[in-house]
């Protein structure tokens, strides 16, 4: 189920909470709705609140994090193809065809990233034979001095770190926040909204109040679930920058 679907279900029940509220009011016996009855809702609702709330700034904060790390990621895969690029080019004429078989394996990568952090169950991993033959031609460079030598040297540790932050990407898990806990984070807002409309009169301004209430909290669960899915959605990671990252040559 998408962010969006998702968000607008729960949306859905907290309005439910807040019609059951206004079903209990007018249901139950007066003496259920005594001042003191009012107090002990209101302290239970309250404590409930609170613990939404901690959750929901913990459950944001951790997806903001996890969002940022792998944005990181991606630039600093596209910092170290710029890089690896302008080393190749300082070698000289013999990295021409390495140079271009960089920039043809970056389409494909940039393609294999979004596909496989989208991908649901996520497929297992292959290695890229464009990658893999630009990895294996810089080693078998043979440098004529000193410099060439340098520029070799630097230029395979900058392929060998792109290759171990494109596993990196691979492997970390996008943070989805499991089923049952947002069930609970559902169940808890259909007791707080219903406590709302229990003990106060469901005219029109209250139950306005109430439904922009109840879409906040779930505007706040879909930025959480975006977030946690940094390669697809309204809040994806962009692959333009990656996918143009290198100027034609000529």
């Not at 309250?46 to 613990?51: P, Q, S, V």
């Not at 109430?210 to 994806?236: D, H, K, N, W």
Request: glycine share 6%; net charge neutral.
């Amino acid at each position: 189920m998408s962010p969006a679907v998702l968000s607008c279900v729960i949306f859905a029940l907290a309005l439910g909470g807040i019609v059951l509220g206004a079903l209990l009011r007018t249901t139950l016996p007066q003496h259920h709705l005594s001042k003191e009855s009012q107090d002990v809702v209101r302290l239970g609702a309250g404590l409930i609140a609170t613990i939404a709330a901690l959750v929901l700034g913990l459950l944001i904060a951790a997806a903001k994090g996890s969002f940022d790390t792998q944005s990181g990621q991606v630039k600093q895969i596209t910092a170290d193809i710029i890089l690896l690029d302008a080393l190749l080019e300082q070698y000289g004429p013999e990295a021409l065809p390495i140079r271009v078989a960089l920039r043809g394996a970056v389409g494909p990568l940039a393609d294999r990233l979004w596909h496989e952090k989208a991908a649901t169950p996520a497929a297992p991993f292959t290695m890229n034979a464009t990658g893999e033959s630009v990895y294996i031609a810089i080693q078998a460079l043979s440098p004529k001095n000193d410099l060439q030598r340098s520029l070799q040297a630097r230029a395979a540790q900058i392929s060998t770190d792109l290759a171990q932050i494109r596993l990196l990407l691979f492997v970390e898990s996008d943070s989805a926040i499991p089923a049952p806990f947002i069930a609970i984070l559902a169940f808890w807002l259909i007791i707080i909204f219903a406590s709302f409309s229990l003990f106060a009169a469901l005219n029109v301004t209250v139950f306005t109040f109430l439904s922009l209430f109840a879409l906040s909290a779930s505007c706040a669960i879909f930025l959480i679930l975006e977030l946690s899915q940094p390669f697809t959605g309204l809040l994806m990671i962009p692959s333009a920058p990656l996918r143009n990252v290198l100027a034609p040559l000529g």
